[in-house]
């Protein structure tokens, strides 16, 4: 990857002059049957600019309680997009047409009318669980009843092609716009590429300037990115056994529970409260031991997320080490 970036080729792409970055919004918009792709520095800022050119100022976005959306974007959903969010209490993070039903809002001054419904894919706090179609496909149905946009964050859209068995344009179909984060599973060091229609995305390039995401010769950073669709989307799989390996192992130990399973993708989460110990004093303890986990969401519970970084043997000293911990 890094021999790559070295030899790309570059230009201004601000001026859309960098092939570099070209070839990856390219490669990301026919991957996800969408008509175009804008690279962006972040996922993040893919999100809060789909909001803010689908909607309109006050308009209301349906979301699940948990998603990155509500919990871990600085609250730029009413800061830069102006939206009020809706959540809702999904399993593991999918929800279903009745829970959108029961929130939607229809024009009028007493209201804010349902403009958008996003879902995330995979679910982060639902344990890397993969949205089914079937459940895609009855957000779209109400979507359409009630002539509202949806919305994927798709930071782990590939993960959920490899864990769901299905393709990244199967999923995006019943989305209006969705965006594909390089730097999680796929392994790049930055960035993400956002996908819709021509037209939304034009607006959206305008919106990435004005939110300071313009950037000059980026066919440096876009080259990873590139490489990674190339080389690090079914070695996804290694990272799904691994958890599934980590998640058995933290099962069998005293005090230890795992939860928001059972783990279909690549992030594992457990309850420590049996243990007599804090999630914040065995996180501590295993990264004097080499092993990095995080607390998270509570103080109460430890996320484990296994990628191309690390290996099945990495998984069974981890095992180890919080046994030792723990202990």
């Known amino acids: 990857m890094r021999a790559a970036m070295a030899r790309a080729e570059v230009g201004d792409e601000q001026r859309r002059e960098d092939p570099t970055v070209n070839v990856l919004q390219d490669l990301v918009a ?3 049957g969408k008509e175009a792709g804008l690279f ?25 309680r948990s998603c990155h959306i509500a919990t871990a974007e600085g609250g730029g959903s009413a800061f830069i997009a102006q939206v009020m969010l809706k959540p809702v209490t999904g399993e593991r993070g999918v929800f279903c047409p009745e829970q959108i039903r029961a929130e939607l809002t229809v024009e009028g001054t007493h209201t804010s009318p349902t403009r958008l419904i996003a879902v995330e894919n995979t ?29 994927m964050d798709g930071a782990r859209l590939m993960n959920a092609v490899i864990g769901g068995g299905y393709t990244a344009a199967d999923a995006a179909a019943y989305v209006d716009s969705v965006w594909v984060d390089l730097s999680k599973g796929l392994g790049a060091p930055v960035g993400a590429v956002l996908c819709g229609t021509t037209e939304f995305i034009e607006e959206a390039r305008l919106l990435k300037h004005r ?36 998640e058995a192992g933290i099962a069998q130990i005293d005090g230890l529970e795992p939860v928001f399973g059972p783990v279909e993708t690549n992030i594992v989460f457990f309850d420590v409260s049996k243990s007599g ?5 065995i996180c501590a303890a295993m990264e004097r031991d080499g092993v990095r986990m995080s607390q998270y969401p509570d103080p109460t519970k430890i996320r484990a997320v296994t990628h191309l970084d690390v290996s099945r043997g990495d998984c069974e ?8 911990v723990v202990a």
């Open 30 to 32: 026919e991957l996800t």
């Open 40 to 64: 962006l520095p972040s996922g993040t800022m893919g999100n809060v600019i789909a909001l803010a050119v689908h909607c309109r100022r006050g308009d209301s976005v349906i979301v699940d």
């Open 123 to 151: 679910t982060n706090r639902g344990g890397g669980k993969v949205w089914p179609l079937e459940a895609l496909a009855g957000v779209r149905a109400v979507a359409d009843e009630a002539g509202a946009i949806v919305h």
């Open 211 to 246: 939110l300071g995401g313009a950037m000059r010769q980026a066919g440096v950073i876009a080259a990873a990115g590139i490489y990674a669709f190339e080389h690090n989307v079914e070695r996804l799989a290694e990272d799904h056994e691994n958890a599934k390996l980590l």
């Open 277 to 281: 110990k804090g999630a914040a004093e």
């Open 317 to 324: 000293r981890a095992v180890e080490v919080l046994r030792r």
